[in-house]
């Protein structure tokens, strides 16, 4: 089944209210109003509300029946910089928390924090740090979870469903962080119906190599199996002895993973940005994210060079995330 018509059967009925801070954008318009017509999730709107009207003229729809909030107007402005103070505890006084709710990001990642939408869709305009700043500084990462990530799920010709991380955040990382990403990727994983099987990557497999670049993968392995012992992970593996069954047989003899693998989490971010756009552009895998992963609360962050359909799609993950 397409990846999507199952990520609507999740969705449908539960009736998710996901925020979006670039409502005068006609990308993000666009996609709102197809979302709230075909019943998937409420949209909610941000931004100047006559601004968002003209971008509504421009694309000829209909958003009488869209929720459009200008958070400069907004009823529940003083509320918002009340709440911010409270859970910076102490980082930003009152003055300063009043300018940071004057932005739709902020302004958007409370109303995800309070519970009055259950997940947040930016980036079509602003930068991922535009995106990501609000949303570690107000809805934080998750207990045990140091740091964000972004993770892409590759969809191959096939029907092949992969899951590759850390592709979009962290250049460098600490065994510790490497496993805590392994475990929130292969929670990812399942949203998109993949059963995970965990591969720790590296240029060596089980000891082949000594370096302590390999070092830190087999340590962040064994980390990693500390935190979730019940997961199917791996490591360190090379690419080749975590797909190919023959190739594992010989390099890791024994392994549950190797040969098997279908969730790969590359050492550092340029191997793992390089390797998902070797699978899209030469492999022919259809790349969707980056989504963010590690947070308390779902927020994404779209491609400024991104279209109507990428709005629309990354909102049905988030809306799923948020399940």
């Known amino acids: ?40 999730i409420t949209p909610i709107v941000l931004g100047n509300v006559e601004e968002v009207k003209k971008t509504a003229e421009k694309l000829n729809v209909s958003i009488d029946d869209i929720e459009i909030i200008d958070p400069l107007k907004a009823s529940d402005f003083d509320e918002m910089v009340d709440k911010f103070v409270e ?22 990642t409370m109303l995800v924090q309070l519970g009055k939408a259950d997940g947040m869709v930016s980036g079509a ?15 934080k990462t998750k207990p045990n979870v140091s740091r964000t990530s972004g993770a892409m799920v590759m969809l191959g010709k096939n029907g092949e469903r992969y899951v590759f991380a850390d592709i979009a955040i962290n250049i460098t990382l600490e065994a510790r962080q490497l496993a805590e ?6 929670k990812t994983a399942e949203i998109f119906g993949i ?30 199996k500390e935190l979730a012992p019940e997961l199917a992970l791996d490591g360190e593996l090379q690419f ?6 023959s190739v594992a047989e010989q390099k890791a003899k024994g392994s549950k993973v190797a040969g098997y693998a279908n ?15 070797i699978a899209q552009r030469l492999g022919g895998f259809e790349a ?28 049905i993950i988030t809306a799923a995330q948020s399940l």
């Open 288 to 315: 969707i994210g980056p989504i963010l992963q590690g947070l308390n609360k779902p927020i994404s962050d779209l491609s400024r060079g991104c279209n109507e359909e990428d709005v629309y799609k990354l909102a």
């Open 263 to 277: 969730v790969f989490i590359f050492p550092d971010l340029q191997s793992g940005n390089i390797g998902y756009k």
């Open 87 to 108: 859970l910076r505890k102490g980082k930003n006084t009152k003055e300063q928390a009043v300018e940071f709710i004057k932005d739709v990001n902020y302004y958007g």
């Open 1 to 40: 089944m397409d990846i999507f018509k199952e990520l609507v059967g999740k969705i449908e009925g539960t009736n998710k209210k996901i925020v979006f801070p670039e409502g005068e954008d006609a990308r993000v318009l666009g996609a709102c109003v197809r979302l709230k017509k075909d019943g998937l």
């Open 125 to 139: 305009i602003h930068s991922t740090g535009d995106t990501v700043r609000p949303a570690l500084q107000i809805v």
């Open 195 to 224: 059963d995970p099987k965990v591969a720790m990557l590296s240029f060596s497999t089980k000891g082949s190599a000594k370096h302590e670049f390999s070092e830190k993968v087999a340590e962040a392995t064994k980390i990693a």
């Open 181 to 186: 990403i392994a475990v929130e990727t292969a």
């Open 240 to 245: 080749d002895a975590s797909i190919v069954p």
